[in-house]
């Protein structure tokens, strides 16, 4: 099994801030313009922007201008490849467990023979 994928230290890295991953969820819902993002927060707008670069440099979120608005939407199919790889660390630790009783039931029979 294949566990290896893009930078996924950087993209969770960027997840493991809450700031980082309301800004994710915010961007899902609608796209926000980086100034009404910075609104939600008890931070400063310099503050909001780096969190968003981190974001933007994971591959999370893009940024493009509407106007004179800079908004931030987020990537969903870089989510969904961090979904994927989750998903085999869950079945690759699944079979690994399910190996383990296993080995627990047969030593039980054994034992108790």
Known sequence: MQLVAPDFDSLFAALADRTRRDIVR????????????????????????????????????????????????????????ARRMLDQYEELWRGRIDRMSELVNEYTRETHQ
């Open 26 to 81: 915010r961007a899902i819902d609608s796209e926000e313009g980086v100034a009404e993002l910075a609104s939600h927060y008890r931070m400063s707008f310099a503050a909001v922007q780096k969190h968003i670069a981190v974001l933007e440099r994971a591959g999370l979120v893009t940024k493009h201008r509407i106007g004179r608005r800079k908004v931030v939407r987020t990537n969903v199919e870089t989510l969904r490849t």
